[in-house]
């Protein structure tokens, strides 16, 4: 038979294949980033869908005072399956509600490190005149004591922004802009280092020649080609955002207390951790597998992304 | 060597110059009143007369000098006078921190030997038990124990430090009794006894924070190693015969432990700045603490000389990085 079977026709009619599809195949092989990746999603889920399934509301107090001390610290029951905190709010909800918060914050904080560091990486890659300036204002900013500043940042501004926008945004604002601006330097760092050498590459010279102008250059050719280590810096740095937001609140200087967030509700449990461990447990294991599964997929993406590495 | 290192130390005045004026500036830019948890009984012209005794009376950029003349000048002066029994600095002008009403320097000598003692031992645990395992996790890669220490180095710098803190307190101090939840700074070491009493407050901050660091400095130990082990010296060290613990240990280790050096180099620093969480949990009496009841207590030459101090460490430490690197690498040159 003369007539080619199935798979081949089908493999030689097949369009190109997306290099994102190797990059997952690749990523696939990473069991940990794997496993990470549905736990993420499994605790995103949780706390985007669980307050439509468990409709407590985190902040309730009951008015009644003598309910209210009737409901304060409960163990693990069917009315509330993580217990009560020392107002008699529900845990569970708290913990979603908190949820929301901290990947809120992470998530925000990550994309204004990577805004900053993609952005400066890339002017002082690209244009030689300002790189001095550029990595020795990095360099400076690496050299900073950065917990003792956001420390300072934090504690000076919360009051005159919560006047100023209203508790919860200014705080969020506040901490969000004080953990992205002491975290982009090491993004920019790595974008300027690809930068400096997908520059002197052809297809740059090509549409130089052509009369590309600066802005699309680095807008269409340069900054694609730099995306992979972005990504994976980004995911790291939703990781890091997360640490540094519940280490503000462990400290005592993050989030008011009717807003909870992880870090929150472990600081206010630990007056009272002797006797109701779970309520600093449940938090702490829930920052801590965030920050772990994201960790894994971090790890997993920076392989993945290695064209070096991918279809080993 | 020696001429890049005295660039490098001319490079860093203006460096920690600009940060101090960094420091100062948001400072200054802080809407926070020394002040203002004095009683409003207090007459406005009293009020006037506490600011003066302050200093706040004066413009900022006269505070900043003072502030830069009290670092530079008066307080080195007196740390000479203190050592030789000379009498060159004025006491009236060192720096006083505003809420133990003492000089800002006096307060942190105090409190430097706790930070020393935890997080200085903690940093040495963690690179004793980090560099033994990055080298076998190389070795011997993707075995049992490559992917056991692959995830406990995860977990290690995933977990934040309050958490580990705070499970062990509940673990081994509240249901084991087996060691204070409290770290005890006046305990005087005299006898065994006490020693013994001192090592047991001592076990599990050092845990902490040395579990923390071993598993950063384990992943950087393993990766140099697994570069090296790759490279053509290693092969040709095996074909001339010789045994797999020189190749190993003399040839593959040597090399690996240059850019780990570096790391270590590079972490000091935060031995002293960066245990602030660790401090506050076990409440150890150190640095990181003062920092903190600083910052509440609105206590600006305190909150300015330590962060300075900070700075000041990462920046030298950076310093003695870069120069270690070119001293144990003989393939890099800077001059």
């Keep these: 038979m003369t007539e080619a079977s199935p798979a081949r026709v089908e493999a030689a009619v097949r369009p190109p294949r997306n290099q994102w599809w190797d990059v997952w195949d690749q990523f696939k092989t990473h069991r940990g980033a794997l496993v990470g990746l549905v736990i993420f999603g499994a605790i995103l889920f949780a706390i985007l869908a669980g307050p439509f399934l468990w409709r407590l509301d985190p902040t309730y107090v009951d008015p009644n005072p003598v309910n209210m001390l009737k409901l304060r610290n409960q163990g693990p029951s069917l009315a509330h399956p993580f217990g009560t905190d020392q107002l008699g709010r529900d845990m569970l909800a708290r913990i979603m509600a908190g949820g929301r918060v901290s990947i809120a914050v992470g998530l925000t904080a990550m994309a204004l490190s990577i805004f900053l560091g993609t952005l400066i990486g890339v002017v002082a890659g690209f244009f030689k005149r300002m790189d001095g300036l550029l990595m020795s204002m990095t360099d400076l900013f690496l050299s900073l004591p950065l917990l003792p500043l956001l420390l300072l940042m934090v504690t000076l501004f919360r009051e005159p922004l919560s006047q100023a926008l209203g508790t919860e945004t200014g705080i969020f604002l506040l901490i969000v802009t004080a953990i992205g601006v002491t975290s982009w330097m090491h993004t920019a760092r790595i974008v300027r280092g690809e930068v400096l050498t997908l520059k002197e590459r052809e297809y740059v010279l090509a549409a130089r020649s052509i009369g590309t102008p600066s802005r699309r250059l680095v807008l269409r050719h340069i900054l694609p080609n730099v995306m992979s280590p972005i990504m994976v810096s980004a995911t790291l740095g939703i990781a890091n955002a997360i640490i540094t937001e519940s280490a503000l609140s462990f400290l005592g200087l993050g989030f008011p207390p009717d807003f909870p967030t992880w870090g929150r509700i472990l600081f206010d449990a630990i007056d009272q951790m002797q006797l109701y461990p779970l309520r600093v447990i449940l938090p702490g294991v829930a920052i801590s597998l965030t920050v772990l599964s994201v960790n894994y997929i971090g790890d997993g993406l920076r392989d993945a992304l290695d064209p070096r590495i991918r279809g080993r | ?335």
């Design chain 2, 1 to 335: 060597m020696l001429t890049y290192s005295i660039r490098r130390l001319l490079i860093a005045i203006p460096t920690l110059l600009f940060i101090s004026l960094v420091i100062f500036l948001i400072l200054e830019m802080a809407p926070g009143d020394p002040l203002a948890d004095q009683p409003l009984t207090v007459p406005p012209e009293v009020r006037e007369k506490m600011r003066a005794a302050l200093g706040l009376d004066q413009p900022a950029w006269v505070r900043y000098l003072l502030w830069l003349k009290q670092f530079f000048w008066t307080e080195p002066l007196h740390l000479v006078d203190s050592l030789l029994g000379t009498g060159f600095a004025d006491p009236a002008g060192r720096i006083v921190s505003w809420q133990f009403r003492a000089p800002a320097m006096d307060i942190i000598w105090q409190r430097l030997p706790q930070t020393l003692q935890v997080v200085g031992l903690a940093y040495l645990v963690g690179v004793i038990i980090a560099v033994p395992i990055g080298i076998i996790s190389a070795y011997r890669q993707y075995s049992w124990f490559d992917n056991i220490g692959t995830f406990v180095s995860m977990v290690g710098f995933s977990v934040p430090t309050f958490f580990t803190g705070v499970v062990l307190i509940i673990v081994f101090a509240v249901n084991l009794h087996w060691f204070p939840s409290i770290y005890d700074t006046t305990l005087k070491v005299t006898d065994w006894e006490s020693f013994l009493k001192q090592a047991r407050q001592m076990v599990m901050p050092v845990t902490v924070l040395a579990l923390f660091n071993a598993s950063q400095i384990s992943r950087f130990m393993r990766a140099s190693m697994l570069d090296n082990l790759q490279q053509d010296y290693v092969r040709t060290a095996r074909a001339k015969g010789m045994g797999e613990k020189v190749v190993v240990l003399r040839h593959v280790l040597r090399n690996s432990l240059i850019p780990v050096v570096t790391v270590i180099a590079l972490g000091i620093p935060t031995i002293f700045g960066g245990a602030i969480i660790t401090e506050q949990v076990f409440k150890v009496n150190g640095l990181g603490q003062l920092l903190i009841t600083a910052i509440y207590a609105n206590d600006l030459p305190m909150v300015q000389t330590l962060t300075f101090i900070f700075a000041a460490l990462t920046v030298l430490f950076n310093l003695i990085a870069d120069v270690l690197y070119g001293v144990l690498d003989p393939r890099i040159r800077y001059d």
